[in-house]
Each structure stands twice: as C-alpha cells, then as structure tokens.
C-alpha cells in the first residue's frame, strides 16, 4: 500500500525551527518528484515546495530563503527545515507524491497531515 | 505569477442535481490542471488531472474538462457523500498554485 507518513510538527516560538519529516513506504521513492502543500486552520490549500526526481528545488514565495526542501532516497523520507517562522507559517503541512519525476504533475497521494503552530 | 479563480465559492444543491464548478487561469496553462476534494477534516483527493483524465477509483459522476485558461468540474448527479470543498490547482510550473475552493453542500 502507498503511504505517507509525517512527523516534525509541534508548537514553536516566532522566530523559532523545525523539521517535518515524510515517510513514504509502497512506491519507488526516487522515482518521483515530492512536495509539500500547507493549509492554514479554516483556509484553503497553498503549494509550498517540491524537490523533483533530478534534486531540483522550488519554492513558494511566501517561504522562499527560510524553508529549505530535501530527500533522502536511501531512507525513503522526505524533509522540509523551517527557519524564521511566523506566526502565518501556522498550518497542517502535508506531503503529497507527484504523479510523475518532474516538478510538473498532480498530487495523486497525500499524508495525514503534521500540525506547525507558531506562537508565543 | 498565474492566479487560478474558482466560481462560485460555495453552492447548495438537491441530490442528484448537476453540479458545475469552474476554474479560471489569468494565462494559459494549456491542460496542466488538477481537481481536488476535501470531506471536512479529511485529507484531500485527487480526483481529476490533465483537466480530463479521472483519477482511479473516482467515481464516473465526476469530470473535467476545458483547456488554455478555462475549466470546469462536473458532478453529473450530486451524493451525499459528495459534501466537501473542491479545489483546482495548476501544475504547469511554479508555483503551483490553488484556486481559493468551492464548498458544496446538500439542499
């Protein structure tokens, strides 16, 4: 079975990191590009950073310079570092695998989730 | 950057109704569109990619279509299991960005 699973979420202080993790089990991991996608409580979805099956890296601009995407393939497991938060970086963060190896495909499995609260 | 505009931001049918939620791309992104559901407090759901393609396992009451800068979702007989909030999203380069979301309710 395809799964995804996130880790790294919590409460953290203006200003403040943390690393989510995404677990990913069922699929050829290297063999697709992996991102990111936030939703804030009570808004809608927002891209927020893919890494392709090549290691190329993009970014929404909202996080662009604080947030830094990267993969794994040895261990299966995708990571997003958070640096500089704010209080609008509080959102569910979940991972989702692309449908193909560039950075231009659907999202066609998502993970349950990983809260980031933001306050002090 | 391209802005992606759903209409309308939320709607009340009768079940069994035909549904239709459009999405619109301030520049062409010839078919590089995406359709997602999300049942509240659940994780979101392809449903649609290519703006036609049906995901697998989608039921066939969904569809899409549309290309350039126009696109439309369809629920050919709305069910109640269909209460969620729909979302288009362009993938044709960053970012890849959501429309703001339909909410479909029951009458």
């Known amino acids: 079975e395809v799964q995804l699973l996130e880790s790294g979420g919590g409460l953290v202080q203006p200003g403040g990191s943390l690393r989510l993790s995404c677990a990913a089990s069922g699929f050829t991991f290297s063999s697709y590009a992996m991102s990111w996608v936030r939703q804030a409580p009570g808004k809608g979805l927002e891209w927020v950073s893919t890494?392709?099956?090549?290691?190329?890296?993009y970014y929404a601009d909202s996080v662009k310079g604080r947030f830094t995407i990267s993969r794994d393939n040895s261990k299966n497991t995708l990571y997003l570092q958070m640096n500089s938060l704010r209080a609008e970086d509080t959102a569910i963060y979940y991972c989702?695998?692309?449908?193909?190896?560039?950075?231009?495909?659907?999202?066609?499995?998502w993970g349950q989730g990983t809260m980031v609260t933001v306050s002090s | 950057d391209i802005q992606m505009t759903q209409s309308p931001s939320s709607l009340s049918a009768s079940m069994g109704d035909r549904v239709t939620i459009t999405c619109r791309a301030s520049?062409?992104?010839?078919?590089?569109l995406a359709w997602y559901q999300q049942k509240p407090g659940k994780v979101p759901r392809l449903l649609i990619y290519?703006?036609?393609t049906l995901q697998s396992g989608v039921p066939s009451r969904f569809s899409g279509s549309g290309s350039g800068t126009d696109f439309t979702l369809t629920i050919s007989s709305l069910q109640p299991e269909d209460v969620a909030t729909y979302y288009c999203?362009?993938?044709?380069?960053?970012?890849?960005?959501f429309g703001q979301g339909t909410k479909v309710e029951i009458k």
């Open positions: 520049r062409g992104i010839s078919n590089y």
């Open positions: 290519a703006a036609s």
């Open positions: 890494i392709d099956g090549g290691d190329a890296t």
């Open positions: 999203q362009r993938y044709n380069s960053a970012p890849r960005t």
């Open positions: 989702a695998k692309d449908l193909g190896r560039g950075s231009g495909a659907a999202f066609d499995i």
